[in-house]
C-alpha cells in the first residue's frame, strides 16, 4: 500500500534539506535529542506557529530555531561564541535562500521571510558549559509541486 499524497506543503523537508546542505558538519534535528552534547554542534527547528490561508500551495509556518554549541579551542572561542556563530549561519542560509529564491530539490522554496525574534542568548543552568542561542522566523514555503 502506497502513502497517500502529501496535502499539505511539507515546510520541515524544505528546511532540513536547506540546513543540512548549508551547514555541513552539523546536526539539524527537529527534536531536542538524549544526551545532547554527544550531537555538538547542534540546530533544532520546530514550528511555533503559524498557518496558511492554503495548505496545499504554501505555508507559513513560525519556525524557533534552537543553535547549541561547546567551545572550540581551535578557533580559541568559548561555547556561547560558538553557538552565536552557528545561529549567524542559520540565519545567513534562510535569508540567502530567500534573497535567491533558491529551490530545495524540487520540494520547494522560501516565498518570504520575517525575523520576529532575533538570534539571543539563552542560559540554561543543566548545561552551563554548552553555549545556546535561539531565534524565530516567520517564514512563507512555497511547495515547488
Given at each position: 500500500m502506497t502513502a497517500p499524497e502529501r496535502f499539505s506543503v511539507d515546510y520541515l523537508d524544505v528546511l532540513l534539506e536547506l540546513l543540512r546542505a548549508d551547514l555541513p558538519g552539523v546536526e539539524v534535528m527537529t527534536r531536542i535529542p538524549d544526551h545532547l552534547p554527544n550531537y555538538l554542534?547542534?540546530?533544532v527547528?520546530?514550528?511555533v506557529g503559524g498557518d496558511s490561508p492554503a495548505p496545499e500551495f504554501y505555508d507559513i509556518p513560525w519556525i524557533n530555531v534552537?543553535?547549541?554549541a561547546d567551545e572550540n579551542r581551535v578557533a580559541g572561542i568559548d561555547a556561547y561564541r560558538a553557538a552565536f556563530n552557528l545561529a549567524d549561519d542559520v540565519r545567513r542560509s534562510l535569508w540567502t535562500a530567500y534573497r535567491t529564491q533558491r529551490v530545495?530539490?524540487?520540494?520547494?522554496?522560501?516565498?518570504a521571510i520575517r525575523e520576529s525574534s532575533a538570534p539571543q542568548e539563552i542560559s540554561d543552568g543543566d548545561l552551563p558549559f554548552l553555549g545556546r542561542y535561539a531565534a524565530t522566523y516567520e517564514l512563507r514555503i512555497r511547495s515547488a509541486a
Open positions: 554542534p547542534l540546530v527547528i520546530r514550528r534552537q543553535c547549541w530545495i530539490d524540487g520540494k520547494g522554496w522560501i516565498g
